[in-house]
C-alpha cells in the first residue's frame, strides 16, 4: 500500500513537515508494512522555501536586510545552481512585527528588494517568489526601491541593466487586482492594521502609482491576477519585472514531478488549517487533488465547513480531526494537534483497509 502525505501547514500551530509526520505515525500504527512519501507543501507562505529545499535540494542563503519597519535583521532564500527560491514574509512579514508595530502606512517591502539583489549578485538567473504573509501594502514601491538603490548610478529604473535576463515567478493564490474593492488595500490591508481611513489612502495610493507606471511603460496590469497579492508586491512584479503568476501548489508539484511520485500510488492524504468553499478557489490541497488523477483523496482540516460541496469537487474523504466540542485554544496546541491527526488517519485506514 503506496501512500503519499502532502499537508499544508495549519498556521500557528503545525508545520507541514510537523504534520506530515503525525498523519505518517498514524498510518504506520495500523499499516506498518506501507509505503509512505511524506511532500512537505507550501502555497507561497509559510514553508515555501523549506518545500523547495527538501524537494531539489540547494543552499540555504543568509543575507542581512531590513524589515517592514527598516530595522536589520537576518534573512533566508535558497539558492540551487542558478535558481533562488524566496519567501517575502522572510524580510517583509506580518510576523516580524507586534501588534502594535502594525501599520501598513509605513511598513516597507524593501528588504525584500535586497533579498533578491543578493540572489542576482550571486548568479540566480531565476527568481521564484512566494508572496504569503506580507506586513506591507506598498504596492512593491520598497522592494522596487532597494532594486534602484542597488543596480543603478543615476536611480532610475531603465537604468536597470543587472535584471533585464532575470526570469521571476511569483507564487500565489490571490486573484485580486492592485487597487478598488477587492483590491490589495480594501481586503487584506485592515489585518495588517489598517484603519478604515488608512485603507483609503493605501488604494488611493497605489492607483496613483498604477496610473503613473502605466504612462511610463505603455502598459497596465494592475488589474490582472496577483496584482493585490502582498499588498501590491505581485503588481510590482508583474509590472516592473515582467513576472508570471501561479498557485505556489502548482509550482512546487510541477518542480517535483508529482505526476511522477503518484504512479502506484493508493492514497493521497493532505489537509489544511480550516477547509470550506474557499478551498475549492485554488487552495492547496484543490491543486493537490487536481494532480492526483484518479488516486482517492482524503482532505483532512481542524475545522470543516461546505462539507458535502468539497466532496462533491473529488475529494473521497472529508475529515475534521478535531471533536466538536473542543475549544480552539485546545485544538491550537501542538501535541494535540498532532495527536488528533495521527488517530484520524488510523481510522480513516482502517477503514481504508476493510
Not at 180 to 199: D, L, R, Y
Request: aromatic share 6%; net charge negative.
Amino acid at each position: 500500500m503506496k501512500i503519499i502525505v502532502a499537508i499544508d501547514s495549519f498556521k500557528g500551530c503545525l508545520t507541514s513537515k510537523e504534520a506530515n509526520q503525525a498523519a505518517a505515525e498514524g498510518i504506520r500504527s495500523v499499516c506498518p508494512d506501507a509505503e509512505i512519501v511524506e511532500v512537505p507543501v507550501s502555497d507561497g507562505g509559510e514553508g515555501f522555501m523549506k518545500a523547495f529545499h527538501s524537494a531539489i535540494g540547494g543552499d540555504i542563503q543568509e543575507v542581512t536586510v531590513r524589515d517592514p519597519l527598516m530595522r536589520p535583521i537576518v534573512a533566508k532564500y535558497l539558492l540551487k545552481h542558478q535558481t533562488a527560491v524566496m519567501e517575502i514574509a522572510q524580510a517583509s512579514g506580518l510576523t516580524l512585527l507586534t501588534k502594535e508595530e502594525r501599520n501598513p502606512m509605513i511598513a516597507t517591502s524593501y528588504g525584500t528588494g535586497q533579498l533578491i539583489v543578493d540572489a542576482v549578485r550571486k548568479g540566480a538567473t531565476t527568481i521564484i517568489v512566494g508572496l504569503g504573509g506580507s506586513a506591507t501594502s506598498d504596492a512593491g514601491i520598497g522592494m522596487l526601491k532597494a532594486l534602484i538603490d542597488n543596480f543603478t548610478k543615476h536611480g532610475t529604473w531603465d537604468d536597470i541593466e543587472a535584471l533585464k535576463n532575470i526570469r521571476f515567478t511569483i507564487a500565489s493564490d490571490v486573484k485580486n487586482p492592485l487597487y478598488g474593492e477587492n483590491g490589495a488595500a480594501h481586503v487584506f490591508a485592515p489585518q495588517k492594521g489598517a484603519t478604515e481611513e488608512m485603507v483609503r489612502l493605501l488604494d488611493d495610493r497605489a492607483r496613483k502609482f498604477a496610473e503613473v507606471s502605466a504612462l511610463h511603460f505603455g502598459f497596465d496590469r494592475s488589474q490582472m491576477e496577483g496584482a493585490g497579492a502582498a499588498g501590491g508586491l505581485g503588481y510590482a512584479f508583474l509590472q516592473y519585472l515582467n513576472a508570471t503568476c501561479e498557485p505556489g501548489i502548482q509550482l512546487l508539484l510541477r518542480t517535483i514531478h508529482f505526476d511522477k511520485i503518484i504512479n502506484g500510488t493508493s492514497l493521497v492524504i493532505t489537509g489544511e488549517g480550516s477547509a470550506d468553499r474557499q478551498t475549492l478557489m485554488g487552495k492547496l490541497p484543490m491543486g493537490i487533488l487536481q494532480y492526483s488523477d484518479k488516486v482517492p483523496v482524503c482532505l483532512i482540516a481542524g475545522r470543516i465547513s461546505d462539507k458535502l460541496q468539497l466532496q462533491q469537487a473529488g475529494f473521497t474523504y472529508v475529515e475534521c480531526i478535531n471533536p466538536p466540542d473542543i475549544t480552539l485554544e485546545e485544538a491550537m496546541r501542538k501535541e494535540v494537534a498532532l495527536h488528533h491527526i495521527r488517530r484520524t488517519i488510523a481510522q480513516l485506514i482502517q477503514k481504508q483497509m476493510l
